[in-house]
């Protein structure tokens, strides 16, 4: 095979932007039917029906997926805003929320049409998330009640909630904290919980309460609600209970600083898998499941940590699972009935995310349903290579490097290649090296990429994640300038070719950067934060105190607020930007995109803004997916002069030089 040797940036590619979104879907959630042994649920988000999440099932057997949401629903709650938990399903029932209008529907599962009927009310502002079933007919779950805004209140009210799904009939259980979480019941109908108050996020201080549910569901019973943990004055995170099947209490808490996994048998707190690993993430959506208990009360429990899926037993030293395939990432783990296999999602750097049925005796796997086609040769991938290097303060950042990957071609020998340096959100959240079309869209075509988890990030432990209270904008940043540069300075990258994106935080440390330090010659901003004072002022509940924990208690810090928004510093930024932005993002709103857009167009600078319109925080339809790729790459090929073979989309450049 002839491998031409052409410009980095310039290299053909079959990974177009086309290829990046046709039937790609995003496996969302994934449930099981206890009463239904041969079958799988999940939930998925499909771009090329603009951005509408459908609930999916196949039975052991059948080749046919089926999906079960109708073309005039979409199964996704605005809970958080971040939603997730937007379903469940038992006894041939699905509970879901639908999206326009955030009722919880009940769909019954049989053969022919099958109705569905609305069991909350239509003219009340409510949502809700992350149900679970009390007695068959009672609907125990988060809701969110915005009707109270219109009545006076600062913020919507987050309260625990009973629903019967025969006469609707709607109970508050538990009330006064500022959020709650993963609502779970007993066999013996106990209620487990966690809360928090403002200004903590779930990743930071939270309690796990218990109490006992009233026989109609309607109230917990005088006397039983307690505080589990922590015990003392707190400081750690707690999250995700679970009660095994002979009612013991299981979570997840990071007192050791990890998040590793406890049981509480009476008084009696046991860490059932001691290890200096994380055992599952920030809870930024509802529905997160890192583990699973064996239904049959054998006392198994499935634990993901890191790349390795272990059942933890009774007695004994926890077993991991070698699985028949090399998968390395996994989540969302659920057991069958019969407590024999396991289904969850898994990938690789060489594989797509998928989801899949475990064997848990043998690690036998097979696919259920993949997030994509695999139809492209692996010569066009680039597998990332784990890295680190020093940062300030005698520290160390982490990250994923992928080099430029195309079987066809190959960059001239004096030449090195561009470097995107991507920044995921959050900020507390983490970067993953699973395949992903959207990264090999770059690297097809002779770019290299550095995937960073910055200090602040999680899967490190619980000091690293805490590094950056008080310090975004400047940690994280930090370590994008310092990963760049100890890319360039090993030969991986040309330094006079540096660029920078990310979405929402991202895209804060990506305007930051470009503000603040003269390493990046451009930068794309996906609906990032440019004026951290204008979302303080203007954010929804969920994030609406993060920042006293990111950078200070505002107003009192307003001064801090002011020097690290990029906003007011233009007259610093030196590069190109280009900035995407959705017209309905409650999270970061548009003015924020529009003000740094007008001041770096107003200086100068060569700038590109491109708003779609009915997106939210975060892009979901097919069509504004792909301009916002190829859009970037031609951004790029403007500012650091190489042609662009096979990328067309009119984004206009605002004061471009003139070649």
Same mark, same amino acid.
């Given at each position: ?8 940036? %310039?290299w053909?590619s079959?990974i177009?932007?086309?290829a990046v979104?046709k039937?790609?879907?995003s496996?969302m959630e994934?449930?099981?039917d ?9 939930s998925?988000?499909?771009p090329?029906?603009?951005g ?7 039975t052991?057997g ?15 709650t605005r809970?958080?805003?971040y939603?997730? !938990?937007?379903f ?18 009940c ?5 022919g049409v ?7 009310p239509?003219n009340?502002?409510w949502r809700y998330?992350?149900s679970?079933?009390?007695?068959k ?6 809701r969110?009640d915005?009707e109270v805004?219109?009545?006076?209140a600062e913020?919507a009210?987050?309260?625990l909630v009973?629903?019967?799904r ?8 538990v009330s ?7 609502p779970?019941?007993? +066999? !013996?109908g106990t ?16 309690e796990?309460w218990?109490?006992?549910l009233?026989?109609n569901?309607?109230s ?6 307690r ?21 013991k209490?299981?979570?997840?808490h990071?007192?050791t600083?990890?998040?590793n996994?406890y049981q509480l ?6 860490n059932?898998?001691?290890i200096?690993?994380e055992i ?6 509802? *529905?997160? %499941? ?5 239904p049959t *009360? ?6 993901i940590c ?10 004994g ?13 996994f989540?969302k783990?659920?057991?069958t009935?019969?407590?024999?296999y396991a ?10 995310t ?9 690690g036998?796997? %097979?696919v259920i349903?993949?997030s994509?086609?695999d139809?492209f040769d ?5 597998s990332?290579?784990?890295v680190?290097?020093?940062?300030t ?11 430029? +990957?195309?079987k ?8 090195y290649p561009?470097?995107l ?6 900020p507390?959240s983490?970067?993953s090296?699973?395949?992903?079309l ?5 690297t097809s ?5 550095l995937?960073?988890?910055y200090?602040?990030?999680?899967g490190?432990?619980?000091i ?6 008080n ?6 940043i930090?370590?994008?300038c ?6 360039? $300075?090993?030969? @991986?990258a040309d ?7 990310g979405g ?5 440390a990506a305007?930051?950067?470009i ?12 609906? !990032? ?7 303080a002022a ?16 505002y ?6 607020y002011?020097a ?7 007259d610093?930024v030196?590069?190109a ?7 309905e ?6 003015n ?5 857009? @007008?001041a770096?167009k107003?200086?100068?600078n060569p ?7 009915g ?6 339809k ?7 790729l190829? !859009? ?5 090929s ?11 989309? $009119? ?9």
């Amino acid at each position: 095979m002839e491998v031409t040797i052409a410009p980095y940036g %310039s290299w053909v590619s079959p990974i177009t932007s086309d290829a990046v979104i046709k039937e790609s879907v995003s496996i969302m959630e994934v449930k099981i039917d206890p009463f239904q042994e041969d079958k799988v649920f999940w939930s998925e988000m499909r771009p090329e029906e603009g951005g509408r999440y459908v609930v999916c099932s196949l039975t052991d057997g059948q080749q046919e997926i089926q999906s079960l949401t109708p073309e005039d629903f979409n199964c996704r709650t605005r809970v958080h805003e971040y939603g997730g !938990g937007a379903f469940i399903v038992n006894k041939y029932r699905i509970y879901f929320s639908n999206f326009k209008d955030q009722r919880m529907y009940c769909q019954k599962l049989k053969k022919g049409v099958s109705k569905i009927i609305p069991i909350t009310p239509e003219n009340k502002d409510w949502r809700y998330a992350d149900s679970v079933l009390f007695k068959k007919h009672i609907i125990v779950c988060v809701r969110e009640d915005h009707e109270v805004i219109s009545q006076g209140a600062e913020e919507a009210q987050n309260t625990l909630v009973s629903i019967n799904r025969k006469n609707k009939e709607q109970h508050v259980l538990v009330s006064g904290a500022n959020f709650y979480s993963t609502p779970r019941v007993s +066999q !013996g109908g106990t209620l487990a919980w966690v809360q928090w108050n403002h200004p903590n996020m779930p990743w930071d201080c939270t309690e796990l309460w218990v109490g006992e549910l009233s026989d109609n569901g309607q109230s917990l019973r005088d006397g039983t609600v307690r505080k589990i943990a922590p015990i003392g004055d707190g400081g750690i995170c707690v999250m995700l209970p679970k009660w095994s099947p002979d009612d013991k209490l299981m979570y997840i808490h990071d007192k050791t600083n990890w998040w590793n996994l406890y049981q509480l048998d009476g008084d009696k707190e046991t860490n059932l898998w001691p290890i200096e690993k994380e055992i599952g993430g920030p809870t930024w959506v509802f *529905g997160e %499941s890192p583990y699973t208990c064996n239904p049959t *009360g054998n006392g198994e429990v499935l634990v993901i940590c890191g790349s390795a899926i272990a059942c933890l037993k009774p007695s004994g030293e926890p077993q991991v699972i070698q699985l028949d395939t090399e998968f390395k990432y996994f989540s969302k783990i659920n057991y069958t009935p019969n407590g024999k296999y396991a289904y969850l999602l898994a990938g690789s750097p060489k594989m797509f995310t998928k989801l899949i049925k475990l064997d848990v005796k043998t690690g036998r796997t %097979s696919v259920i349903r993949t997030s994509h086609s695999d139809d492209f040769d692996p010569a066009y991938y680039s597998s990332p290579e784990e890295v680190s290097w020093s940062t300030t303060y005698d520290e160390k950042a982490y990250g994923y490097y992928y080099p430029p +990957q195309n079987k066809l071609y190959k960059g001239p020998e004096e030449q090195y290649p561009p470097l995107l340096v991507k920044v995921h959100g959050g900020p507390t959240s983490a970067s993953s090296p699973t395949l992903n079309l959207k990264k090999q869209f770059f690297t097809s075509r002779g770019f290299a990429l550095l995937d960073i988890n910055y200090r602040g990030s999680t899967g490190y432990g619980t000091i690293y994640r805490n590094a950056l209270k008080n310090k975004w904008g400047i940690l994280d940043i930090d370590d994008c300038c310092t990963g760049a540069r100890a890319m360039a $300075d090993q030969g @991986k990258a040309d330094p006079a070719k540096l660029a920078i994106d990310g979405g929402s935080a991202g895209g804060f440390a990506a305007l930051a950067a470009i503000t603040y330090h003269s390493v990046f010659s451009a930068a794309t901003s996906f609906y !990032g934060v440019s004026d951290l004072v204008a979302l303080a002022a203007d954010t929804h509940k969920f994030e609406s105190r993060y920042l006293d924990t990111l950078i200070g208690v505002y107003p009192e810090d307003e001064k801090v607020y002011v020097a690290r928004s990029p906003i007011n510093r233009v007259d610093l930024v030196s590069s190109a930007l280009c900035i995407f932005q959705g017209s309905e993002d409650k999270v970061v709103p548009p003015n924020q995109a529009q003000m740094i857009y @007008k001041a770096v167009k107003e200086k100068g600078n060569p700038v590109a803004y491109k708003e779609f319109e009915g997106e939210q925080h975060g892009f979901r339809k097919a069509e504004n997916i792909k301009f916002s790729l190829d !859009g970037e790459f031609y951004f790029y090929s403007r500012i650091f002069k190489f042609e662009a073979p096979g990328i067309e989309v $009119d984004l206009p450049i605002d004061n471009l030089p003139k070649e």
